[in-house]
């Protein structure tokens, strides 16, 4: 994480800035801490096996439709399966569902398909290892972000 010092009282309300240079960011680490503990189906990483490109990702994609294109819901998450899977858990519950349909249909339909079996598998693996559901926990997140202006905040300036 980064940018801490240019939080204010403008960007702290700003969802797209908050999810962008904050909240993306602990949903993917803290998933990968739920990895660690329990391992996700190895039916995962065969969805895109041969696709993933290691240290390559950030000269290959130079954006998320092109990643998506290839059925990656960002460039990173063609890096490896560990990323690709908590990149997926980390967009779709940061994102509206109209915000989410749109990124992965940003690369076409088949790269959509593919996005969309990997959330299945995501999906499962959070009901199944940890009792949680994505959509209820996506509902929350995003009730909370369309109240932050009702939060306490810190004077921040």
Same mark, same amino acid.
Request: proline content about 6%.
């Given at each position: 994480m980064y940018l801490l010092n240019e939080l204010t +009282? =403008?960007? +702290? &309300?700003?969802? *797209?800035y908050l999810n962008f240079y904050y909240f993306h960011t602990i949903h993917h680490e803290f998933a990968h801490i739920?990895?660690? @503990?329990? !391992? $996700? =189906? !190895? #039916?995962?990483?065969e @969805? &895109? #096996? !041969? %696709?993933?490109i290691?240290? &390559?990702?950030?000269?290959? $994609? %130079?954006?998320? *439709? /092109? +990643?998506a294109a290839d059925g990656f819901v960002s !460039? $990173? /998450?063609s890096k490896e399966d560990r990323e690709d899977f908590v990149e997926v858990m980390s967009y779709y519950i940061t994102l509206s569902a109209e915000d989410w349909e /749109?990124? @992965? =249909?940003a690369g076409g339909d088949e790269g959509k398909a593919i996005i969309n079996q990997k959330? %299945? @598998?995501?999906?499962?693996? $959070? *009901?199944?290892?940890w009792n949680i559901d994505l959509d209820d926990l996506r509902a929350?997140?995003? &009730?909370?972000?369309s109240n932050l202006a009702n939060f306490d905040q810190l004077d921040i300036e």
């Open positions: +009282a =403008s960007t +702290a &309300s700003n969802v *797209e739920h990895n660690q @503990i329990k !391992p $996700y =189906s !190895p #039916g995962f990483k @969805i &895109s #096996g !041969p %696709d993933y290691q240290d &390559s990702w950030s000269d290959i $994609y %130079d954006t998320d *439709e /092109a +990643a !460039p $990173y /998450a /749109a990124h @992965i =249909s959330l %299945d @598998i995501v999906k499962k693996y $959070y *009901e199944d290892s929350e997140i995003l &009730s909370r972000q």
